[in-house]
């Protein structure tokens, strides 16, 4: 387990007792804190004296982002399988056991659930079997899937220029080196959904790291899609007339309606 956390002191205890609370025991959390300018790394100090039978480890580093402290953590590690968790977020009890048990069924690279959003709003959080046309319209898994640690060694980590979108990326290049994808149809992962967070940021840049995205898996997409973006990150993040059009048409093809409108208002 890699929880990375910034800014979410005071809501990692209930992050890493649903990990402690997992019925699946056998267990190497480490808590990421990514320069956190809170007292996370007291709190964590302070979960690792309240859990001495389990191995909970503390990394700090300075202030790098999402991808640099998942990247750091998993390094960490040495379980075969990885499960990444914010620090805000939560597992159901039985969440590893469960995907354990359809990754040991079917030989999965990775393994990903449904959710259900709490905190703000209470409703399904919706992901789909991994199909090439469904992975590269958007990401249609949770950042919080299990998958092996050989997957995570031969892409090198998640990548640092898609801010907010690196789980999305990651899959990605899973999927263009062969990754098998599973899926399990339960709620086995929470996702807090409380003001302002780094996915409802990035989504306000979709259109500048879509691009990225297509650029960084050029062998996905057509080649019109990968010419237009290109064209587009040597323009800057925000080009006008029909560069602008070409990008938001891809929005409407891939039927990602909501980050049309949003794109199209963000004038």
């Excluded at 007339?241 to 409108?261: C, E």
Aim: glycine share 6%; charged share 25%; aromatic share 10%.
């Amino acid at each position: 387990m890699v929880v990375p956390c910034y800014r979410y002191a005071h809501l990692l205890p209930e992050a890493v007792r649903s990990v402690v609370a997992q019925t699946w025991q056998n267990l190497h959390i480490v808590i990421v804190d990514d320069g956190s300018p809170d007292d996370t790394a007291v709190v964590a100090e302070r979960l690792i004296a309240e859990f001495p039978n389990r191995r909970i480890e503390l990394v700090r580093q300075p202030n790098l982002g999402l991808a640099t402290a998942r990247n750091n953590g998993v390094r960490l590690t040495r379980a075969a399988f990885v499960l990444p968790l914010d620090a805000d977020d939560e597992l159901v009890p039985n969440a590893i056991e469960r995907l354990m048990v359809v990754q040991q069924a079917t030989g999965a690279d990775v393994v990903t659930p449904l959710g259900r959003t709490f905190g703000d709003e209470d409703r399904q959080l919706v992901t789909l079997p991994v199909t090439s046309s469904r992975l590269c319209a958007g990401n249609c898994l949770v950042y919080s899937s299990l998958y092996r640690r050989e997957l995570f060694d031969r892409i090198g980590g998640y990548t640092l220029n898609v801010p907010g979108y690196e789980d999305w990326d990651f899959w990605l290049a899973g999927f263009e080196r062969g990754a098998k994808f599973a899926h399990v149809p339960e709620e086995l992962f929470r996702y807090r959904r409380h003001g302002t967070t780094m996915l409802t940021t990035s989504d306000q840049k979709a259109m500048h790291l879509r691009a990225t995205i297509v650029s960084n898996h050029p062998r996905l997409y057509a080649r019109w899609r990968v010419a237009v973006a290109q064209r587009w990150l040597r323009a800057g993040e925000r080009p006008r007339g029909w560069l602008r059009l070409l990008m938001l048409a891809q929005f409407l093809l891939d039927r990602r309606l909501k980050l049309f409108w949003r794109q199209l208002r963000a004038v």
